[in-house]
């Protein structure tokens, strides 16, 4: 899943990128390991907190530094750290595309057996 | 003992472990075993009793057997952990919390012990990992078996003897209606663990499937040995239920009654119950008595314990001594008071000192009052010996024999303890201090010497003990209020000069500290005391939410110099969760966002102590002044705001939103968390690492660039100028072994929009010129952009080139990208 992570940080405002479950728990990193995604992924479910509130999938918050956007899927969350130019509604597509590719890759193509 | 329903049985052994009575839950649970000794819940539940009751090694062997028989029990690894906790083998007991976890990644609590197990085991490293077991277990629970199959899979690639994981392996099958895989999983498990009972479900269900009638009744049998009531098969089966009924019995299972062996096994502890019927007993000699029975006395001292768990019906008193040979005479209680009495000591007699109405001892009647104000060398340590004396003496002893034990003893008797008693009745509670203080020479304060007298204090009568809850109870004085018989003026008249002058002449000499001082400061600042209208919650009760201020409010509050602007919670957070919870915090004021004077620190540690300094009559006037200036104040208009000043006891209105200041207030709180100038740097030198590493190029604007570069290019068609296929393609049949015609036949290829053929050509030359792989690489990477419908093979050579070059980040990047890219295709023709 890494992967699809790394294809955000081909963009050059992208910094890092964290793909999280809805409750906080790190699924995949790129661009920060350790520590530094963990406190990514706690930022990003403070935010998501203030945004699933507000009824929206996305939304950003300027920290010192940089910006940090956070795309809310069914299952995933994706928080990327960018900088401060970084355009939010270009990036926002972006995260979708592959916050879209995440959902598939977890998904199963469904054949249970109800 | 009547037999018992499996399930009563079982939830018998439940309650008993909540009420705390671990021991009838042994027992219980072990009748269940004898009946059906492969009963996962009874062994669990049998576990958790030795727990509770310490015996570790009976609890292991208990949580083990459950193990054995469903791998997927979290209550025994959780067990286990706990064992292994007290154990202080901190790795073992986190291996068990994470398999729990691992199993049930849903359940917060075991997700709290692995991180803070984790933490404790590997300091600041230590974290809770989100394993491919709990992501197997995430996927299944959430109906993605495909997933959780891959999942599991792999872990058993690295972990073959987790038995737990291969259940759930074939638990994904199972639901995939993949039989055989399902079944040989099963077999696989049942291998490791025979009696595994979700192997054993499932394995029988797939027989029934396959019309293997005659299997699947024999793999029931075993079901049912371990599930004798179906209740788990049923849970297994949940998805299908027309399922269940083959696993389920049918007659209700029944424990049947197992007290006799219960019983022999406990019995010598408590000694043989002696025949008082038979008449030989007293003739039987004291040698062999005693050899029959060498601890007579035990069944006395075990008849409270065991009478409840085996229902032994226990002699009374005058059958004990009736058996009771006389050479044994002596033993027990009685013969310790006989052994006092031989040395010459008398025991206590009430009525040797006049009081023929004594009835129980003194110890039985009033202890706290018979504790004297003043002690005396007579009353030092009166209670002591009572224990014994109590339960004996009645009962063994004619009563003259007391008063001699007592006088021996030195304990008084009630009437000395009268007769040292204040005349104006007994001592106790708040108004043994107040008359400590009198006997002292301290003239109690007297409201009557104030302005008002009518600011008195209800009296106390000495002779009640005084409840302090209840002296502060609104409801009497604000009645007192409504019924006009005082006044908001009345209830504290007297100015604090007048207290003071008060107590002064009451000590002289001594300035007394810590009453109106305190009250005096109070009440310059305008603090208003506690009311405790029902409708008004004090500040220190109520709950988070009745806290909850505007979090836009926040940065306001922060101008003002609070401390709210840094929350110490979310300072003190070291991890991450714990850092979410600050971050929640940090939205809710702290005690000291209040504005209001009583929220500051210093005054609310000021009025702790002046609960605990002041004295009673001052603080009840206090509080009746405090209730009846809020009845003047408030009371009548009750629709008035509070005023600012006085917002302690007021439940704050919700804020209306404000979405700058929300936007500021997660912003902080983010910052706060860690996201600042340091981390982006960080995160800026590893992206500059993975590009120096060539694992991205991170160059692509995001700007409408982007969507250029983005954008699929539309593959060329027919020959492009200068290329001549032909003469390439002739080049390779005459030399098929020459890479260098190849790669040129390749290339050209792609640049004419082949990219099928060109790609038969790179994957040659993955196979036998390693020494062009930049080349291949080179174009295959032309192939990904330039032909997405053979995108997905080219990115799986390029992973197969970058996995032979040792480098499995690029592979498997590569890799991934190839089944996104497959993925992506299936989706558009589906499309």
């Known amino acids: 899943m890494e992967n699809y992570l790394l294809d955000l940080l081909e963009y050059r405002d992208v910094l890092a990128v964290v793909a999280t479950t809805a409750d906080g728990l790190i699924v995949a990193t790129a661009g920060l390991n350790g520590d530094d995604a963990e406190v990514l992924a706690a930022s990003g479910s403070a935010l998501a907190q203030h945004v699933v509130q507000q009824g929206e999938r996305y939304g950003s918050v300027t920290v010192q530094g940089g910006v940090l956007h956070l795309l809310v899927g069914d299952e995933l969350m994706l928080v990327a750290l960018t900088d401060p130019a970084a355009p939010g509604e270009r990036l926002v597509d972006v995260m979708d595309g592959v916050l879209t590719q995440l959902a598939q890759v977890i998904r199963d193509d469904g054949s249970a057996i109800e | 003992m009547p037999a018992l329903l499996l399930a009563e049985a079982v939830q018998q052994a439940q309650d008993a472990i909540s009420a705390g009575d671990y021991r009838r839950a042994v027992e219980t649970c072990r009748q269940v075993l004898h009946s059906y000794p492969d009963c996962v819940t009874a062994h669990r539940l049998l576990g958790e009793a030795y727990l509770e009751q310490r015996d570790e090694a009976a609890a292991e062997r208990a949580f083990t057997a459950a193990l054995q028989r469903d791998p997927q029990c979290v209550g025994a690894y959780v067990g286990l952990g706990l064992i292994a906790e007290a154990r202080r083998d901190s790795e073992a007991a986190l291996a068990y919390f994470q398999a729990a976890w691992e199993i049930a990644p849903t359940r917060g609590d075991l997700r709290e012990r692995v991180v803070r197990l984790a933490r404790d085991t590997y300091g600041p490293e230590g974290r809770l990992q989100l394993t491919r077991a709990a992501l197997g277990s995430i996927h299944y629970h959430a109906g993605r078996w495909g997933r959780a199959v891959s999942e599991c899979a792999a872990v058993l690639a690295e972990y073959p003897g987790r038995v737990d994981v291969r259940l759930r392996l074939a638990e994904a099958l199972w639901r995939r209606g993949e039989w055989e895989r399902a079944a040989a999983t099963c077999r696989a498990v049942l291998e490791q663990s025979p009696g595994a009972f979700g192997a054993l479900v499932l394995l029988a269900d797939i027989e029934r499937r396959l019309g293997n009638d005659e299997e699947a009744a024999k793999l029931r049998e075993h079901v049912q040995a371990a599930d004798p009531d179906g209740s788990r098969a049923a849970e297994l089966l949940a998805a299908v239920p027309d399922r269940v009924d083959f696993f389920l019995p049918a007659e209700p299972p029944v424990v049947e009654e197992v007290a006799e062996p219960t019983v022999d096994v406990e019995r010598p502890r408590i000694g043989p119950a002696p025949d008082f019927t038979a008449p030989e007993i007293d003739e039987t000699p004291a040698t062999t008595w005693q050899a029959a029975a060498p601890e007579p006395v035990i069944p006395v001292e075990d008849a409270a314990d065991a009478a409840d768990p085996f229902d032994v019906p226990l002699p009374s008193d005058q059958e004990l001594e009736a058996a009771r040979p006389d050479s044994l005479s002596t033993a027990g209680y009685t013969g310790l008071l006989r052994s006092l009495e031989d040395s010459g000591i008398e025991p206590f007699d009430a009525a040797a000192f006049g009081d023929s109405d004594a009835g129980p001892p003194p110890w039985v009647l009033e202890p706290e009052e018979s504790a004297p104000a003043e002690p005396e060398p007579a009353f030092s340590e009166p209670a002591e010996p009572e224990p014994l004396a109590a339960a004996a003496a009645p009962a063994a002893e004619p009563a003259e024999e007391e008063a001699d034990l007592a006088a021996l003893l030195g304990i008084s008797s009630d009437q000395e303890i009268e007769a040292a008693r204040p005349d104006d009745g007994p001592l106790s509670g708040y108004t043994t201090i107040l008359r400590s203080l009198e006997d002292t020479g301290l003239a109690p304060f007297d409201p009557g010497l104030t302005a008002e007298p009518a600011a008195a204090l209800p009296d106390e009568t000495p002779e009640e003990t005084p409840e302090p809850e209840r002296d502060l109870v609104v409801p009497d004085v604000a009645a007192e209020i409504d019924a006009g018989e005082t006044t908001a003026g009345e209830v504290l008249a007297g100015d604090w000069d007048s207290i003071d002058r008060e107590i002064l002449e009451a000590i002289p000499g001594e300035m007394p500290r810590g009453y109106t001082d305190e009250l005096r400061s109070l009440d310059a600042a305008g603090v208003e005391p506690f009311t405790f209208d029902e409708e008004e919650i004090p500040f220190f009760q109520r709950t988070r939410q009745d806290d909850v201020l505007p979090v836009a409010e926040e940065p306001a509050v922060a101008e003002k110099g609070s401390v709210a ?132 190029t991170g160059d692509q604007p995001l700007e409408p660039a982007a969507e250029t570069a983005a954008a699929p290019v539309e593959p060329e068609t027919g020959e492009p100028e200068g290329v001549d296929l032909a003469a390439l393609e002739g080049a390779v049949r005459e030399h098929p072994e ?87 295709r299936r989706g558009e023709r589906r499309g």
């Open chain 2, 565 to 696: 602007e840094e929350s110490p919670v979310a300072e003190e957070a070291a991890d991450t969760e714990a850092d979410i919870e600050s971050l929640e915090a940090a939205d809710l004021p702290a005690e000291a966002d209040v504005p209001a004077p009583a929220a500051d620190a210093a005054d609310e540690s000021a009025e702790a102590m002046l609960l605990d300094e002041v004295d009673l009559a001052g603080l009840e006037e206090e509080v009746e002044s405090t209730l009846a200036e809020v009845d003047t104040a408030g009371l009548e208009d009750e629709v008035e705001p509070v005023p600012a000043e006085t917002v302690v006891d007021e439940a704050p209105a919700l804020p209306e939103y404000d979405e700058a200041g929300d936007a500021a207030a997660v912003s902080s709180a983010i910052e706060r968390l860690g996201v600042g100038p340091d981390l982006v740097e960080r995160a800026r030198d590893a992206k500059e690492e993975l590009i120096a590493s060539g694992r991205i």
């Open chain 2, 738 to 824: 020459s890479s260098e015609a190849r790669l040129a036949l390749a290339e050209g290829l792609v640049e004419a929009g082949q990219a099928e053929t060109a790609l038969e050509h790179y994957q040659w030359l993955y196979r036998h010129a390693p020494d062009q792989s930049e080349a291949v690489i080179r174009g295959l990477i032309r192939i990904t952009e330039l032909a997405p419908e053979s995108a997905p093979a080219a990115h799986r050579l390029l992973g197969a080139i970058y996995r032979k070059r040792g480098d499995v980040h690029l592979a498997s990047r590569h890799y991934g990208l190839a089944v996104s890219r497959a993925q992506g």
